[in-house]
């Protein structure tokens, strides 16, 4: 018997050689091997006579080898291997190519099962490279046959027979982390059948019953997950704000809040004057204003007394914010300071102390205020800006930091609602649905790069009209090595200012960047002295201009739907008429829809669903963005029912056993799925 968390390569049967492949699909031990789960099944149950096969149909045919297999090189790297079998129907030709060994596997005389494609006539059938097994074996013929997802290097073969030897090194004795009352109140199956049959499904039924457990489990463990993180939360008293009226606050901002952003503000006021810590997420599309929803609710925490901290993804948002919120609240009373990683070391002790005594109301800044050495007075607002950069393990670190702050999280990646009810479970939502006014719609446009100069020219047109445009840069990576941002977004630049536009000025940002080097340039885009701006994805996220009204994105096909429409979102900021120009020379069908979704709408919401069919949940729950488990099994574009069935068990585990204390293998679990550091979770 093996443990889960032994190397595959200790597997008996496995061995060095398939470890090093297996590593390749990023398989370590021996859970990571029997939970690689396939994407597709093949239905391999079909059994003809030679003489029944159809051109152009799969089937299996029961044939004995009918002559000495021959070898011949057609060429350099090009062997075949020919050979005829018969039943008592007819004969069959078959042809392997490149796999010569074959002419010493296959014995004159012998019966086999061939599963392939039927090709040929009726005078002449064929096969190319069928699969082939001795009649009994059952593994590759007369089954459905799992089809793994896989990377260059690495066979069905080898992946299936690994995993046979990893089931069988284990399958007695695997341990079942659903308590037996659930799995029998839900009618899941053993989790022994369970991943026998996702993987070697004896029929549809046995893979419908396989799945539907597995499915069931993963998010369930998603839930109780999601529960733990939020525990600590949810009984909580806050801390109560006075319910000043907001209107000395309306009346310093330059101009009138949006219906929509005007009632953000007011949930929010809600919450926290209501004596229960405020748990919210504002969403809205990118250009709605979240951020003066976010200065409404840090003024009416000063008023109380209560200090706040603004957390953004990146340096130079956090700089922003600080520089467009600063003013505004100062103004109001509100004493603001920036914390970076790039605060010199003196102004961040001044900082630091004038926060501990209370002299600062709001701190704005990146991953540094979650450090161990940032210590509030009286933390009584927390505010996350993009909140799809931070992982769900992160905010509930920086909740911990105050006397149970009130949290604030802003989100401009609209989520469809499948997801949104998983990730945000218990948040409370406010919706930005509008815009401010004047707006326009951002013209969008696919091409190929034959529109080159076309585009040059359109850039000139809009920079002599006094515009400023962004131009999206990719990584692209150089005969197999890393991606060099820093390289492809400087001799883009260069190439541009040179040769395209020797009358503009062109400059280059990128993340390798010093923070003050990049601060100087987007300092300079902002005031208009620079026309075009060539990037990485560093803008990607809030960067407001609102001068600039052109966003061209190079290699189109290189990013997300989320993310081609978050790069949008940087122009149509002002009052300026803005164009969105993709260029991918990519023609696959995927890409021409996705880049289609962008020309047909700008509504963000619309295009999250549309994101969600194309490309499935797994980017979304990818740890980079929520610092959730990936969904391995679990589609949630079909999966709603048991998604609903396994949340109503977890709570109601939950509400029996909080700390899943009388459940501690499920609580292992879990912990290892989130990742989490017993801080986090506790
Ligand atoms: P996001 O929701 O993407 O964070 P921002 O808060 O950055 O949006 O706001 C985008 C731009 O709109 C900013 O320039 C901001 O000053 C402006 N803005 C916000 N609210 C209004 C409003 N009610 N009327 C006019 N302009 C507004
Ligand atoms: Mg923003």
């Given at each position: 018997m093996a443990d889960l968390t032994t190397n595959v390569q200790y597997v008996k049967g496995v061995g060095e050689a398939r470890a090093k492949s297996?590593?390749?699909?990023?398989?370590?031990?021996?859970?990571?091997?029997?939970?690689?789960?396939?994407?597709?099944?093949?239905?391999?149950?079909?059994?003809?006579?030679i003489a029944d096969l159809v051109p152009g149909e799969y089937a299996c045919v029961r044939a004995m080898v009918a002559g000495e297999p021959t070898l011949s090189h057609i060429r350099k790297g090009l062997d075949l291997v020919k050979l005829r079998v018969v039943d008592e129907s007819a004969a069959l030709e078959l042809t392997y190519f490149n796999q010569s060994y074959l002419k010493n596997n296959l014995h004159t005389g012998e019966e086999y099962v061939f599963y392939g494609k039927a090709e040929g006539n009726l005078l002449r059938r064929q096969m190319t490279n069928p699969v082939f097994e001795r009649e009994g074996e059952g593994r590759v013929t007369g089954r459905i046959v799992p089809v793994y997802p896989l990377t260059a290097g690495v066979?069905?073969?080898v992946l299936s027979r690994s995993i046979r030897q990893?089931?069988?090194?284990?399958?007695?004795?695997?341990?079942?982390?659903?308590?037996?009352?659930?799995?029998?109140?839900?009618?899941?199956?053993?989790?022994?059948y369970a991943y026998e049959n996702i993987h070697f499904p004896a029929d549809d039924e046995a893979l419908r019953v396989a799945r539907r457990r597995l499915v069931f489990e993963e998010l369930y463990l998603l839930t109780l997950g999601l529960r733990l993180l939020r525990a600590r939360r949810s009984d909580s008293d806050g801390q109560k704000c006075e319910p000043v009226p907001l209107d000395p606050f309306y009346a310093a901002l330059p101009f009138a809040l949006t219906g929509a952003q005007a009632r953000a503000v007011e949930d929010c006021a809600r919450d926290m004057a209501s004596g229960r810590a405020m748990n919210r997420l504002v969403q809205g599309d990118v250009g709605s204003g979240k951020t003066m929803v976010a200065a409404a609710a840090v003024w009416f925490a000063a008023r109380s007394g209560l200090q706040s901290a603004l957390m953004a993804p990146t340096e130079i948002l956090a700089e922003q914010h600080f520089k467009t919120l600063a003013p505004l609240l100062e103004g109001l009373g509100v004493r603001c300071a920036l914390l970076t990683a790039s605060t010199p070391a003196k102004a961040r002790r001044e900082t630091l102390a004038r926060l501990a005594e209370g002299e600062l109301d709001l701190l704005i800044g990146t991953h540094a205020l979650l450090s161990p050495d940032v210590a509030y007075q009286r933390l009584g607002l927390v505010v996350t800006d993009e909140q799809h950069r931070f992982g769900v393990a992160q905010r509930a670190l920086l909740g911990g930091k105050g006397d149970n702050p009130h949290l604030l999280v802003m989100s401009a990646t609209p989520i469809p609602r499948t997801l949104a009810l998983m990730i945000y479970g218990d948040l409370d939502?406010?919706?930005?649905?509008?815009?401010?006014?004047?707006?326009?719609?951002?013209?969008?446009?696919?091409?190929?790069?034959?529109?080159?100069?076309?585009?040059?020219?359109?850039?000139?047109?809009?920079?002599?009209?006094?515009?400023?445009?962004?131009?999206?840069?990719?990584?692209?990576?150089?005969?197999?090595?890393?991606?060099?941002e820093r390289k492809a977004v400087t001799a883009y630049a260069e190439k541009l200012q040179r040769e395209v536009f020797p009358e503009l000025t062109v400059a280059p940002i990128h993340g390798k960047m010093k923070p003050k080097e990049k601060e100087t340039v987007m300092r300079d885009f902002s005031?208009?002295?620079?026309?075009?701006?060539?990037?990485?994805?560093?803008?990607?996220?809030?960067?407001?201009?609102?001068?600039?009204?052109?966003?061209?994105?190079?290699?189109?096909?290189?990013?997300?739907?989320?993310?081609?429409?978050?790069?949008?979102?940087?122009?149509?900021?002002?009052?300026?008429?803005?164009?969105?120009?993709?260029?991918?020379?990519?023609?696959?069908?995927?890409?021409?829809?996705?880049?289609?979704?962008?020309?047909?709408?700008?509504?963000?919401?619309?295009?999250?669903?549309?994101?969600?069919?194309?490309?499935?949940?797994?980017?979304?729950?990818?740890?980079?963005?929520?610092?959730l488990p990936s969904?391995?099994?679990?589609?949630?574009?079909?999966?709603?029912?048991?998604?609903?069935?396994?949340?109503?068990?977890?709570?109601?585990l939950i509400a029996a056993d909080p700390a899943l204390a009388g459940h501690p293998a499920l609580r292992r679990r879990i912990d290892e799925l989130f990742e989490l550091n017993a801080g986090a979770m506790n």
């Open positions: 297996l590593r390749k699909l990023g398989i370590t031990d021996l859970r990571a091997l029997i939970s690689f789960f396939p994407r597709a099944y093949e239905d391999r149950r079909e059994f003809r006579r066979s069905q073969n990893g089931l069988d090194a284990c399958a007695d004795e695997l341990p079942d982390v659903l308590p037996e009352e659930v799995r029998a109140a839900h009618r899941l199956c053993h989790i022994r939502v406010s919706l930005i649905d509008e815009l401010p006014p004047g707006r326009q719609r951002i013209d969008t446009f696919a091409v190929n790069s034959g529109y080159h100069e076309r585009i040059y020219a359109f850039l000139r047109k809009q920079a002599a009209e006094g515009r400023q445009a962004y131009v999206v840069c990719p990584m692209v990576a150089e005969n197999g090595e890393l991606p060099d005031a208009g002295r620079i026309d075009i701006l060539v990037s990485t994805t560093v803008v990607e996220v809030g960067v407001d201009v609102p001068n600039a009204a052109v966003m061209l994105i190079e290699n189109a096909e290189c990013f997300g739907l989320s993310q081609l429409h978050q790069l949008r979102g940087r122009v149509g900021r002002g009052t300026h008429k803005s164009y969105c120009i993709l260029v991918s020379d990519n023609t696959g069908e995927d890409n021409r829809r996705r880049l289609q979704v962008m020309t047909k709408t700008n509504n963000g919401f619309e295009i999250a669903e549309e994101d969600l069919k194309l490309r499935g949940p797994g980017d979304f729950f990818g740890s980079r963005q929520h610092g969904l391995r099994v679990a589609d949630l574009s079909c999966d709603m029912e048991l998604l609903q069935e396994s949340r109503a068990a977890a709570e109601a």
